[in-house]
């Protein structure tokens, strides 16, 4: 455990966080007041969305993508059909 005053702590804020990582570290003020900084690290990237349950088949997605690229304008214009909303 480390411990640093104030302003210790303030002049090497970016040393104080990074020893966070791995053990406590704890800033005493003048007063005698005590503060414990604690790294908390996300469970999972903000990036990571849940999965969406659907019955389309690869060969649907694929129709899809080729009709999106064909540029028809018309849900059945390309002969997939299907005109389900999705």
Same mark, same amino acid.
């Given at each position: 455990?480390? =411990?640093?005053?104030? @302003?210790?702590?303030?002049?090497?804020? #970016?040393?104080?966080?990074?020893? &966070?990582?791995?053990?406590? =570290?704890?800033?005493?003020?003048?007063?005698?007041?005590?503060?414990? =900084?604690?790294?908390?690290? #996300?469970?999972? @990237?903000?990036?990571?969305?849940?999965?969406?349950?659907?019955?389309?088949?690869?060969?649907?997605?694929?129709?899809?993508?080729?009709? @999106?690229? &064909?540029? +028809?304008?018309?849900?059945? &214009? +390309?002969?997939?059909?299907?005109?389900?909303?999705?």
């Amino acid at each position: 455990m480390k =411990v640093y005053t104030y @302003s210790e702590a303030r002049q090497k804020f #970016s040393m104080v966080l990074d020893i &966070a990582r791995s053990e406590d =570290v704890i800033i005493k003020r003048r007063g005698g007041e005590t503060f414990r =900084v604690i790294f908390n690290k #996300s469970p999972k @990237s903000p990036f990571d969305v849940a999965g969406i349950k659907t019955k389309a088949t690869t060969k649907d997605i694929l129709n899809a993508v080729r009709e @999106s690229r &064909a540029g +028809c304008a018309e849900p059945n &214009a +390309c002969g997939s059909g299907r005109a389900e909303p999705l």
